[in-house]
Structure formats: C-alpha cells, structure tokens
C-alpha cells in the first residue's frame, strides 16, 4: 500500500464518518482556516440542498496535490457511488471541495448508471467574469447544478464574483495549486483541461462499465453454440430406469423427470424461447439440459455420488462458463449464500456489481425496463438458478416465468 493509499484510506474514514450523521463533512485540518461567512455559506448552502428531494452529500478537504489528481478522480467517484448504494435513492448527490480560495470541486449526480459530472460544472469553477470562486461561492453553486442536471431543471447561471483585491485573474489558483507562475494563462489552460479530460475519461470508465445495466441481456449467443434445441430433444427422450433398486438412484431418476416437465413447461409456455426478448429462459434450458446430461451419466454410474458431478450456475449469469463457489454475498443488510463464477467473485472483491442478468420487469411484457433477474419474483428468481433451490423444483412449484398460474408443471413427486 502506498503513502498516497493510505493517506486516501485515512479521509475516506473520516468522510464516511461525519456522512453517517450529516450531509457536511469539513476536515479538521483546514476548519480552522475557514471564515465564519464560508463556514455559514457552506452550512447553509447544504442544508438548503438536502430539503430538495435527493441524498447530499458534500466533503470540504485539504488541496489535493496535482499530481495526485487521477487518484483523486477514481477516489471521489467511487466514494460518490459508495454514498449512492448506501442511500437506495434513485438519485444522490455528492461534492467535493477543496477549500482554498480557488475551490477545486467535484461534483457528481449518482444513479444506478454511476457517477455522472453535470455539464457546466467545472472542477476549477469560474465566475461571469472570469475569476475562480472561493469555496463559499463555488459550494452553493456546484449544489445548485447539481440539484438542477438531477431534475432535469435548466442549468443555473454563473454567479456574479470579481474580486477587486486580486490583480492577477489566476493569481489565486496558482497559488492555490502550487504551480509555479510564468505563464499563468498557459499554465491554468492546460491544467484544467487536464482535469477536465482524465475526470471525464475516468468517469466515462465507470459508466461504460455498468452499460450492461441499461439494456436487456442479449448475449453470449447460447441457441447455435450449445445446440440448444437438438439438446431439448435428447433430454425429453425417456429418462433411464435403473437397473437396481437402490433408493439413491431412484432419486436421481426422478429429479431427471422434474428436470424434463420443467423444460416441456418452458418450451410449452414460450414456443419462441430460442429468440425471445427475456434471455432468462435461453439461459433456464442451458441449465436444465446441463442437469439433464449429468443426471443420464450419474444413473447409470456403479456408484452415483451427486455431490460432485451435478452442474451448478453462476447466481449473477447462469451462462458463465467459469466454474463457481459458494460465496457470502452481503446485500443491502443481508447476507446471501450464492453460487458465483470466478469472473463475478472478481468483481465483487474489486468492488464492482458483476454483469447480471437482465430481464424485462415484468416476465408477461417483454417491453418492460430491464432489471436483474434475481429482482423478479419467479421460479428464476427464487432458486437463483440453484443457488437456493433446484429450477426445476421451482418451476414445478410457482410455474414458469411469463407464462401466468396455468402453466403449472403439475405436483412435485
Ligand atoms: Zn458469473
């Protein structure tokens, strides 16, 4: 862990610390050096924002050195999604400031897509006239924008600010920032474009990530590169009788015939699953056909041991070819024992939502906004595709998915 970590870790405790128990956090290093008027502005300025219909959060810090700004980038906008996973609102908003008498800030309205920087506000926000705010001004004004891009209001104009004590226009930036004066204008130029460009290729990043969120699950093709279709015909050939009458092999015949009605249930309820709109039952009969393969082999075995041979599918992906573990997945206050891919697993531990997937809403309107299957309330969602119980046991109990009450599969033997 480098110094740069570490000192990053120590303020993000410190933010999340005064964030649990209001919408302000001031660092204790610089409040000594803040002005009652900056200190009332900010405090009002936030408190005002809270009452508008969205979480706030805003965090005053220390300057950040320059070269520390891609750390900073990634710091902010991961600690701005953190904050808007912790509220469930649709929305949150959360700034940062460096409070100087040139405000660096950053300024992000959060939703589900991640991070976004709203399009008039600059990290180095200037007034109409040209002069960097001071963090009294420049707070309330991101939080004004911030509110606006939110509601989709127009965005507010540049605050009235000309400081007749400052010769230099970017006198205060420079020396806020450090950089040695000689050029100031090229040198302010080229800093905030910088800025500007590696926050919003950072921030670009992020929302690229979670495209997959926005958009119904169309892919890996699954119909051609897995057979599926000759495969529905093998598996509803008649399942093997054993040649003995142990109890064990008896059992797995008769999850073999569950497993069958469950793919008659799903082709009988959606003759077009191989193209249908909702991927779930594409990836549903990859399941089932894989279960069906192994259940075929393990009948006819001298000695079956299911444990060890049964397929198990990826709770986030069913479709994921990697093989999975059982995982402790805390969710929103809860914890899930799930079944997760390596590829997930990977993303969990980097801090990131695995690709999920996504489905109509509502199972009987294909048109309907995506969402994760596991967010429905079907036979999918509530076995998890295994992680909590068998598909095909979940199928039989509460029908298939968009199919409505009467294509029950019959009792479960
Ligand atoms: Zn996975």
Redesign the pocket.
């Known amino acids: 862990m480098t110094t740069t970590d570490r000192l990053l870790g120590q303020l993000r405790d410190r933010i999340r610390g005064a964030w649990d128990t209001g919408p302000l956090f001031v660092d204790p290093i610089i409040e000594p050096g803040l002005t009652d008027r900056q200190r009332s502005a900010v405090e009002t300025a936030t408190g005002e924002a809270a009452t508008l219909g969205f979480p706030v959060f805003v965090a005053l810090v220390p300057p950040i050195g320059y070269r520390y700004q891609d750390e900073w980038d990634a710091f902010t906008a991961d600690l701005a999604y953190e904050m808007f996973d912790q509220t469930g609102a649709d929305t949150t908003l959360v700034l940062f400031s460096e409070a100087e008498s040139a405000a660096r800030s950053k300024g992000y309205v959060v939703d589900e897509n991640g991070p976004a920087v709203p399009p008039n506000s600059d990290q180095l926000q200037v007034s109409s006239t040209g002069d960097f705010l001071p963090v009294e001004l420049a707070v309330p004004f991101h939080l004004t924008t911030l509110v606006a891009a939110a509601k989709g209001d127009p965005l507010p104009p540049l605050p009235d600010f000309d400081p007749v004590d400052v010769g230099d226009d970017n006198g205060d930036y420079i020396e806020a920032t450090g950089v040695d004066r000689g050029d100031p204008d090229g040198i302010v130029f080229a800093a905030t474009s910088l800025a500007a460009l590696g926050l919003t290729a950072w921030v670009l990043t992020r929302r690229t990530r979670y495209r997959w969120k926005a958009t119904l699950t169309t892919a890996p093709e699954l119909v051609r590169s897995h057979r599926l279709v000759p495969e529905v015909t093998r598996a509803l050939e008649p399942f093997p009788e054993p040649r003995s009458a142990d109890d064990s092999r008896w059992e797995i015949r008769d999850r073999g015939l569950r497993v069958q009605r469950a793919i008659e249930a799903i082709t009988a309820a959606h003759p077009d699953w191989a193209k249908s709109p909702d991927h779930s039952h594409r990836q549903a009969i990859l399941a089932l056909v894989r279960t069906d393969r192994a259940l075929r082999a393990l009948v006819s075995r001298d000695r079956p041991s299911s444990a060890e041979a049964l397929p198990a599918f ?1 709770y ?2 069913p479709a ?1 070819e ?1 093989p999975v573990e059982s995982i402790a997945w805390k969710q929103s206050g809860t914890v899930l024992t799930i079944d ?2 390596r ?2 697993i990977a993303d969990l531990d980097a801090g990131h939502d ?1 690709v999920c997937l996504m489905v109509p809403k509502n199972p009987d309107a294909p048109s309907s906004s995506p969402v994760p299957y596991f967010r429905r309330d079907d036979a999918y969602a509530l076995s998890g595709f295994g992680s909590f119980t068998a598909l095909e046991d979940a199928i039989a109990d509460l029908g298939v998915p968009g199919a409505g009450a009467t294509m029950r599969t019959g009792d479960r033997r």
């Open positions: 990826c986030f992906f994921h990697k997760a891919c590829t997930c695995p």
